[in-house]
């Protein structure tokens, strides 16, 4: 079992019978999606839902036989599970490298208790520090928000698929990769100035949403909580 899978498999330990869960997007979190099928097929959990934040963790459940909901239907979540591509000290991250920032953001803030599982090379001192911040934009004159992403003290770049097509998410947008040399200075700062602009339509910033980080190393596993 990789880093990645212990950390997986841990987050299970916060799943009860009878929840409804948000489930994010990428490599990590598929381990959780794979876990908690195995679980629900044996019978260790039952009476699962999952709200998921992609077509393609959408796919997964639904291949695993984990029943699907929405937030239409429940507004509120017992619990979200999803990776992180950079966690600081004060558990602010980084996320959205596996395309579903937008969405994952929407389920995330309306859990009542939101487990971020990573291995210990996504931890940083610095936001930025490990690599680029996801922005989703609008595919309208797309160029002039990269233009203007560039005026924020980074690199921005369009992300192309590798045939040169832009990256287009579930939600019909386009993706900008922003580099910061130094880091981020000022996530928060960052945060406002890139919500308040219009045909930005969300970043890969997620500040002060994670309960808890469970982190995976060769050492072993721990569990990171917010500063009080």
């Not at 019978?43 to 796919?59: A, C, H, Q, R």
């Not at 931890?123 to 930025?128: A, E, F, P, R």
């Not at 045909?199 to 009080?228: C, D």
Request: hydrophobic fraction near 40%; proline fraction near 4%.
């Amino acid at each position: 079992m990789n880093l990645k899978q212990q950390a997986a498999k841990h987050a299970l330990n916060y799943v009860q019978s009878g929840m409804v869960l948000g489930l994010g997007t990428g490599s990590t979190t598929a381990f959780f999606i794979d876990l908690l099928g195995e679980q629900l097929k044996n019978g260790t959990l039952t009476d699962i839902k999952i709200v998921p934040t992609s077509e393609s963790t959408k796919k997964r459940a639904v291949g695993l036989n984990i029943p699907i909901t929405s937030l239409s239907e429940y507004q509120r979540l017992d619990l979200a599970v999803d990776g992180a591509d950079e966690v600081d000290p004060n558990l602010d991250m980084i996320k959205g490298l596996g395309r579903a920032l937008l969405r994952e953001k929407i389920v995330e803030i309306h859990t009542d208790q939101f487990i971020v599982i990573v291995d210990e090379t996504k931890l940083v001192n610095k936001l930025g520090n490990l690599g680029p911040l996801p922005v989703e934009i609008v595919p309208f004159e797309h160029q002039a928000h990269v233009y203007w992403l560039n005026t924020l003290g980074c690199r921005a770049e369009l992300w192309l698929e590798q045939d040169g097509k832009p990256v287009i998410t579930d939600n019909g947008n386009y993706l900008v990769r922003c580099w910061f040399k130094q880091g981020i200075s000022n996530p928060k700062v960052l945060a406002r100035q890139l919500a308040d602009r219009p045909g930005i339509v969300e970043h890969g910033l997620f500040l002060e949403m994670a309960s808890q980080v469970i982190v995976s190393s060769k050492a072993g596993l721990r569990v990171m909580e917010p500063k009080t």
